[in-house]
Structures are given as C-alpha cells and as structure tokens.
C-alpha cells in the first residue's frame, strides 16, 4: 500500500511562470494562487533547455535499460479511456519504435475502468499493465492497485506526480457559440460566468458527478485558498437556476447547435477540433486554462512491469509526445510547442489552474459533498 | 408437502421432464450467480479495492436517502408512461398487421418492422435535435415558416422523455403481440359477430382482452427496461432538471466505485420488479382463460373494417415516419453536414461532406468488431431464445413442484442496471479460462437478454390450450414429444421474433459487454457506439447509417430473398 502522505508531499506542481502583462495576466493573476516558492521557480526558468535536453539524456539511457526486458516480456497491455482510433495510433508508433512488444488495448469510461481494475485487483489477476487515464488512476492508487514509478523526465513536466507519470494534460477551455455570443458581452474569468446576466445562456456541467465543472471547483479552491470567494463563486452558479448536465460532450454539442451559449466547461482539444472544421465556436483566452493531469499509472501486479515503464517514458519523451499531440490530445511537457499546448493557445504569461487536490483526486464524492453539495444543493 | 414433492418427482419421471428442468436450472443458475454475488456485495463496506466486511451500512444509507422519493416518483411516470405508449402502439400496429385487411399489405408489414433497427440512443439524439427548445428542426421551422415563437416543442421534459423512450418500446410491444393475434381461434370473435357486434366493440371486448398475458409481458419488460435505462433521462431529463432513481445507481458507481451502493439502490429496482411480476402473475392466474390456440382447427380471419382501413394504413405510416423515417434522415443530414444548427442543417445538400464516413470506416475495430458482433449475436439469439422457451415450457407445461420460482429468477437480470450486473458477471469469470474471452461476453449477453426470450415465450405459451399437451401426455408422450412436436412449432411466429429482436439487442449492447470485452477481442457495438457516447454525433451518425443500411439490407435480404418471417 503507497503511504498517502508520501504521495500528498511528492505532488510537484510546476507551472508556465513567466511574467505576463496586461489584462491577460492581470486577469490570470486574479485566479491563480500564490507563486510556488522563488528557489523553484528561478530553478525552472532558467533551465528550460538544459531540462530538455537532459531529460532527453535520461529517457535515452532509461530506454536502453528497459527494453531488452521488456522485449522479453513480448507485450503491453493498456486499459484506457481514449479513443480507440488514439489508441491505436499510438500504440502503433510504440510498437514501431520498439519491435518485439505487442501493445493491446481495452477502452472503456473511467467508472468503467476502475470497476475492472479494482475488481481483477481484488481477484489477484494479473491483468494488465497501464493504466492510461485522467480520472481513475487517483481512485485505484488510493485503493494501493498502483505500483509507484517516478518518471526520470520530471523536470520537464508542467504536473509532476512522482507516482504515476502524466503523459498529457486534459485542459479545460471556456468555450462559446460564435453565433450567439458578442465579444464584447463574454465572460472574462471562470468567476464572470456566475454573473446573473448569463442566465439562460449558460450549459453547466453538474458540478455534483466529478465531471470537469467538479474538477474545476478543485482546482479554484486549491488556487485560491479563499472559502469565501469559492463559496460566493458556488452560489453565483447556483443562482443562475440553469440546469445541469450530466455529459459533457452532450453539452458541448448542444452549445454548437446553438441551444446554449456558453459552455461551461468545454474541453480544449475539443474546441480546437471543432475550430479546425470551422464549427461556431471558440474559447476565451483570458480565463484560465484547468489542467488535469492524464496519467500513465502502472497496475501494482502488471505482468509486463519493464514494458509499462518504457511506454511510460516513451510518451513523455519528444517522440511520444508527438504521436500524442498528433491525435490534438495536449502536451504534459512545458517545453512542447503545439497548437493546444498552453503557450500557443493562451496570451503569454497566462497561469494554467492545475487540479491538484488529492482529497478530490482520490474521493471526488466525499469532497463535492463536504466542498460543494452544502452550497449548491 | 412431502407427498406432493414426491407425486411432483414421479411424474417428472414418467414425462421425462427431467431434461427441461435440468435446462432451466442451468439457465437459472447462469442468471442467478452473479446477481447473488451483487447481492452479496451490496452487504459489504468499503469500495472495491478495500478490505470487505459484512455490514447493513449500505441499506441504511439507502433508505434514509430523502431525495429517492422524488426520483422514484420520476421514474415510475417515465417508465410506465413509456411502456403505455410504446407497447399500445405496438399492439395496436400487431393487430392492424395481424388481423385487419389494411391495404398495401406488403407494405404495411414491412412498416412497423424497419424501426426496430434503430437503436434507441440514435433515437434520443436525432429527436434531441428536432425537438430542443432553442435549436430544435421543428421549433425553428414554426418561427421560420408560420411565424410562431413559442417553443412549441421540449426535448427535454417527461413528455419528451416519454415519446422518444416510448417509440424505443414499441418493437417489443408489436413483436410479443403479433404472434398472438396470428394465432388467434377466430370462433370467439365470429360469436361475437353473429351476436351482433361490430368489429371495432369485438376488437375492443374480445380480441384485446384476451391478448393480455402478451401485453403485460411486454409492458413489463419495457416498464423494467424504462426503469433502468440510463440513456434517455441523461440526455434528456438532466437538462430539463428530471432526475431518476437509476442515476443513483450510476453515481454510485462513478462517483464512489462503490457496487455495493449501487446493488443496494438496485434493491430498490428489484422490489419495484417483484411487485410488477406478482401483479403480472396474479393477472395471468387462470391462465387457460387466456387460451386461444386450442385443438380446434381454424384458419386466422381479416376482419374487414371498411373504411377504417385507410385510417389503420395513415396510422402504420405514421408510425413509420415518427418511428425511423424522420429520424433517420436528421441523422443522414447530420452526419454529412460539417456541424448541427438549424441554418447549417437547412443548407443541406449545398454543404455537404463526407469526412464523417471516412472516419468511421478507418475506425481501427469496425471489421474485426461488427464480425465477433454478428458471429456472437446469432448464437447468442439461438441459445437464448431456445433456453427461454424451455424455462416457460418447464413453469407451465410441465407439473414438477416449485417451477414458480423460475419466473422470478428468468427475469431477474431485468431489475439490475447493466453495469451492476456486469460487474458480478466478471467476478464470476475472473481467475477462469472464460475471462477475456468471447465466451465470457457471450454468457454475459445471454444473462442480460434471457428475460426477453424467457418473457416472450411465456406470454405465448400461456396462449396455447393445455388440452394439446395434455392429449400427448395422456398417450405416453415424453417431453421431448410434446415440446419438439407440438409447444415449438406453435410457438414458430413468437420464436421468429424473439431470434430478431435478441439478434438486433445484441448486436448493438454496449453496458453489458463493455466490461467482459478484452484486449484484443473486439465487440463492434461497443467500439462504434462509443461515438454516442463521448459526445462525437456527427461521426455517431455516420457510424449508425452504416450500421441501420447493412441491417436493413440484411433484413430485406432475408425477407424477400430466403422468404424468412420475422414473425409476420
């Protein structure tokens, strides 16, 4: 079983911190926390690219020990909740890269996962060897079904969990009908859309399911570390008396119909899909990106341990961050230029809002009932 | 009660029903397993993962929960409202097809047929986007065309919930009925004729009422399945702030991983089942009172209804119109149309594109998927349906002591959520050689659809007179006599429609089978309807046109070229 507190202390959070000006960064500013502490951040600015490049160093020597082993292994078992076409794009360019390891899937909903993963866990299966996904690895960790690896790329990571390692990041985008919305009446912050004029306009996530309107609330709270501005934030929503949803995507496809006009939340490489189609939607840039980590977690009685660990290190690595970033899923690594990566998709200087709460993280239900429910129900 | 189970074990003996029991406890024990492993579940602490106890903390928890009344109020409303609609339609179309001279019969048979293709979440999205208040088809088209600004139409309440679940449970109401109105002995009715009654005060008094063992199978199944269902009310009822009981149960699945909250709220749905099933059986009671096949000879008669019949054959059309005609060609617009808004979808065909398609073919398991499905599906249906006939055989044909309880137990996987019952299915495979395997998915399908093959033939055996059994049973026949010779070829037109509708279920579950699938064993509903369910609908359009264009060959295929009857 993982000691908690060893994983509450680990949890690193290293953020985009360059200065930024301007109501961009003003705006940023107004929903980001405190600043990490000044040794860290010199540290990090400073050596984005002697970072890279030994980060390069490492995952080279790191995958010349691991494969042999995991050659002999011969497979790779993921369970996953991406796509099946993502999958399968990636699975093949790691098959490609390291001939001699068969990689297979299994692609179902994060409940779904953690259903099948506890219950073989329970079982003594030995069944599969990753766990790629951004809900259930906290929840099967939390259960002791995770066997620890801290990556060797750390220190180009915008999250860092030195149990499981983030190989992307799900970003949350203000998103809004283009059709429907002026730029001059958008909300500027997550916290404008809690103004009582947007009522009727609003698609909100129901922020009682630990969807991403929870993940969100998560994410402010931490950040902020102002009950009272959470609390009037909670109330705020709550006041709208919009009704809430229970699927995301079902929403964002109701705020592209033009049944609603503000998406609250949307998810950025759905909204850059989307954008790419030239479908009636777009984000606003100034409100903070919410970034939840997408982890690789290793299954504590994963029969191919070696090849978990080098596909682990191969998609943080340029290459695999590539494939990743071929599918529009976004970027772990800070040093990773793409069309959702958070420098590219928001004004310079903009503070992401990472989800980093290991109360929610591994028990989203008690936390929305001791966080949200009093308020909102 | 110790020499009726000796009488009872006698006869079994002399009749040989041996073999039906011992079927039926098999199929019963199939079923009966992993529900009692939920069961037990629901009597353990912690989530899974955890170190168990047994505890009545998750009972406790369920009911001093004060927001499940409201939601079970929701439910019933939502459940029995739909099952009403969808299964009096499909009786009323069943009768129409059955037993009226509606002209363009070929036609008209073929009408209430084609909509059962259509998956019921291709259903929900497709209404979803003629009826939403704001961006609806039809609510614009009132403002564009007639000036009206009211919003006329609302996806997203109980009645729009009602419609389009309802429409999704008239298969079931039309393929449980049709074979007994086309078994019906005309003698009943033509006393009532020469008696003086009109065809419509016949049909009324006489035809319906005596088809209702069928009805209430039906409506309770599709009350049960209405129950359950998790599809309609989170695309429809959230946004409209209904809540139902069930998503209770998904909550506590996806919010705590805690299936023994769950199965604990799931009592909750088996006690609503229990209840349905004993007002099921008590109205079925006298059951030769339902009897109409009987050793008598006859031959069907089409009642000849003047001209109502251009009012039945409206009435068909319409159905096939709301049914899959209008949908279909939203999704078709849909899924060839680079988005959804009113304009773009009114733009169509000056916009059309076909990437969507391309997607869908490239999609890594739609080959390998849709053969493990189809390969999967017809065994499946023939298992089960032949299991169901068996265990209805076994209750009500055969006088073995405390066959009863085998109503119970073959309806049972009813009352369970999919994801419930799927998890104490993989309990039960885990550290065998079925886990991962095909076999295991397919035990896992035959759990899920056994009260659909079991229902239908229960509701049908009921029809059939015991006077012919009971004519072979006084001549020395044994079981294998009176089933192979005289239950299943009576049954023929219900078994033709059970097999379809099991083959078109099974083909396109994804709850049950999303669980039992495994690297490398790709089910093709499970990867292609996983479009519905991340949200991607124009690429779930095209997936599902694909999908409804080879049933629909398929079945016209089947129909017109190997003369196959589908029931009719």
């Not at chain 1, 066997?147 to 390692?165: F, G, N, R, S, W």
């Not at chain 2, 065998?432 to 899920?448: D, Q």
């Not at chain 2, 509903?525 to 124009?538: I, K």
Request: positive net charge.
């Amino acid at each position: 079983m993982i000691k908690q507190s060893t994983i509450a202390a680990g949890v690193i959070v290293s953020m985009l911190l360059c200065g930024g000006t301007g109501q961009a960064a003003e705006k940023s500013a107004k929903e980001s926390v405190q600043k990490p502490p000044a040794k860290e951040r010199v540290q990090q600015g400073a050596s984005s690219a002697s970072a890279t490049a030994a980060a390069a160093r490492a995952f080279e020597k790191v995958s010349k020990e691991l494969y042999p082993k995991a050659k002999q292994e011969g497979n790779l078992i993921i369970y996953s909740v991406w796509d099946v076409e993502h999958l399968r794009v990636i699975t093949d360019a790691f098959m490609k890269r390291y001939p001699g390891i068969k990689a297979t899937y299994w692609q179902a909903r994060n409940p779904e996962i953690v259903t099948r993963v506890l219950t073989e866990f329970q079982g003594g299966q030995a069944s599969v060897d990753i766990v790629l996904s951004d809900n259930a690895p906290p929840v099967i960790r939390a259960a002791g079904a995770v066997m620890p690896y801290e990556t060797v790329q750390k220190a180009v990571l915008h999250i860092h969990d030195p149990t499981m390692p983030v190989v992307s990041l799900q970003i949350q985008a203000l998103a809004y009908n283009t059709k429907k919305m002026k730029p001059a009446d958008l909300p500027k912050t997550w916290e404008d859309v809690a103004n009582p004029k947007y009522k009727g306009l609003v698609a909100l996530d129901d922020p009682m399911r630990a969807g991403p309107l929870s993940s969100m609330l998560a994410g402010l709270r931490d950040q902020w570390k102002d009950e009272t501005r959470f609390n009037n934030f909670v109330k705020g929503l709550k006041a709208l008396n919009v009704p809430v949803h229970k699927s995301t995507s079902a929403m964002f496809r109701l705020v592209i119909s033009g049944e609603y006009s503000i998406c609250m939340p949307a998810l950025l490489h759905d909204v850059m899909e989307e954008k790419e189609k030239h479908t009636p939607i777009d984000y606003v840039k100034t409100a903070s990106p919410v970034v939840f980590p997408r982890m690789a977690a290793i299954y504590a009685k994963a029969p191919d341990v070696n090849a978990a660990k080098l596909f682990a290190e191969w998609a943080i690595s340029t290459e695999g961050q590539k494939v990743i970033d071929s599918v529009g899923r976004e970027s772990s690594r800070n040093d990773f230029k793409s069309k959702t990566s958070i420098e590219h998709a928001f004004p310079k200087g903009t503070k992401p809002i990472p989800v980093t709460d290991k109360a929610f993280l591994e028990d989203p239900k008690t936390w929305l009932d001791s966080h949200v429910k009093p308020i909102f129900e | 009660m110790a020499t009726t189970s000796l009488s009872s074990l006698k006869l079994v003996y002399r009749q040989g029903t041996i073999v039906p029991l011992v079927t039926s406890a098999v199929a019963g024990g199939a079923i009966i397993t992993p529900v009692v492993i939920v069961l037990l579940r629901s009597l353990t602490t912690g989530k899974l993962g955890a170190s168990v106890g047994f505890t009545l903390s998750n009972y406790l928890r369920v009911f001093g929960d004060r927001d499940i009344m409201p939601m079970l109020t929701n439910s019933v409303v939502y459940a029995a409202g739909a099952a009403a609609l969808g299964t009096g339609i499909g009786a009323v179309l069943a009768w129409i097809v059955a037993r009226t001279n509606t002209p363009g019969k070929a036609l008209v048979e073929l009408m209430p047929l084609y909509p059962i293709l259509m998956p019921p979440v291709m259903k929900n999205i497709a209404w979803i986007l003629l009826l939403a208040p704001r961006s609806g088809i039809l609510n614009n088209m009132l403002q564009q065309f007639f000036g009206i600004q009211a919003q006329v139409f609302n996806a997203f309440s109980m009645a729009g919930m009602i419609w389009v679940f309802g429409l999704a449970c008239v298969p079931l109401g039309y393929l449980f009925l049709l074979p007994v109105f086309l078994s019906f002995d005309p003698s009943l009715e033509e006393s009532a004729y020469i008696a003086g009654s009109k065809p419509i005060h016949t049909m009324l008094h006489i035809t319906f009422p005596l088809a209702v063992p069928a009805f209430l199978s039906a409506f309770i199944l599709n009350f049960l399945r209405g129950l359950r269902s998790f599809e309609t009310p989170v695309l429809q009822g959230t946004p409209g702030n209904i809540q139902v009981f069930v998503s209770r149960v998904y909550d506590s699945m996806a919010m705590e991983f805690n299936s023994g909250l769950a199965t604990a709220y799931s009592i909750v749905l088996v006690v609503l089942s229990v209840i349905t099933l004993l007002i099921y059986v008590r109205a079925t009671r006298f059951s030769e009172r339902y009897a109409t096949i009987t050793g008598k000879g006859y031959r069907v008669k089409v009642i000849d209804i003047g001209a109502w019949k251009y009012l039945t054959f409206v009435g068909v059309f319409l159905y096939f119109l709301a049914g899959i005609l209008v949908p279909f060609a939203v999704l078709i617009v849909v899924s060839m149309i680079p988005y959804f808004d009113y304009d773009t979808f009114m733009q169509f065909p000056s916009n059309l594109v076909l990437t969507n398609y391309h997607t869908v073919l490239h999609h890594p398991s739609f080959v390998t998927g849709l053969y493990n499905s189809i390969v999967l599906s017809v065994i499946l249906a023939l298992v089960t349906v032949l299991a169901g006939i068996v265990m209805a055989f076994t209750i009500h044909r055969t006088r073995a002591y405390g066959t009863k309880i085998f109503e119970f137990i073959g309806t049972l996987p009813l009352a369970f959520p999919p994801l419930v019952l799927s998890v104490g299915l993989v309990i039960v495979f885990l550290g065998t050689p079925l886990y991962n395997s095909l076999w295991a998915l397919g035990i896992a399908l035959f759990v899920a659809y056994f009260p659909y093959a079991f229902r239908n033939a229960s509701g049908s055996i009921i029809n059939i007179h015991k006077e012919l059994d009971e004519a072979a049973w006084v001549h020395g026949a044994k079981w294998r006599h009176v089933f192979f010779k005289i239950t299943l070829p009576i049954l023929k037109p219900s078994v033709g429609g059970a097999l379809f509708y099991i083959f078109i279920e099974a083909l396109r579950n994804v709850d049950v089978a999303v669980l039992l699938t495994s690297p490398g064993h790709e089910y093709g509903p499970v990867t292609l309807f996983d479009y519905f369910r991340v949200g991607q609908w124009a690429e779930a359009a095209a997936g599902g046109v694909i999908y409804l264009v080879i049933l629909i060959v398929a079945v016209s295929v089947a129909k017109f070229a190997f003369k196959m009857k589908f029931s009719l």
